[in-house]
Nanobody, 113 residues
Framework: QVQLVESGGGLVQAGGSLRLSCAAS????????MGWYRQAPGKQRELITT???????NYVDSVKGRFTISRDNAKNTVYLQMNSLQPEDTAVYYC???????WGQGTQVTVSS
């Protein structure tokens, strides 16, 4: 199975930006779609955005217009550009296929007010 390693999280002030990366141990070319999920404290993990092999994207309303997902199949990497971050975006962020397969460790994003 393809293993996923997320990185790029950290502590940022409200209004700031972060770029998350998700490196896969194998090819993601045939994984359609890929997505970013997040799990806030005390809440269930939720799927927030997806990208198909053809580059079509979808976002939940809470991140639409602020987050941008992309994928580089040649590098087996999926990205999440997060702008205008808000405290409610605080969560552990994971990438995975949709539906999900083996989970990585995730990367913590903390947004201070």
């Amino acid at each position: 199975q393809v293993q996923l390693v997320e990185s790029g999280g950290g502590l940022v002030q409200a209004g700031g930006s972060l770029r998350l990366s998700c490196a896969a141990s194998g090819s993601i070319r045939s994984i359609n779609p890929m997505g970013w999920y997040r799990q806030a404290p005390g809440k269930q993990r939720e799927l927030i955005t997806t990208v198909t092999t053809g580059g079509l994207t979808n976002y939940v309303d809470s991140v639409k217009g602020r987050f941008t997902i992309s994928r580089d199949n040649a590098k087996n990497t999926v990205y999440l550009q997060m702008n205008s971050l808000q405290p409610e975006d605080t969560a552990v962020y994971y990438c995975n296929a949709v539906p999900p397969k083996l989970w990585g460790q995730g990367t913590q994003v903390t947004v201070s007010s």
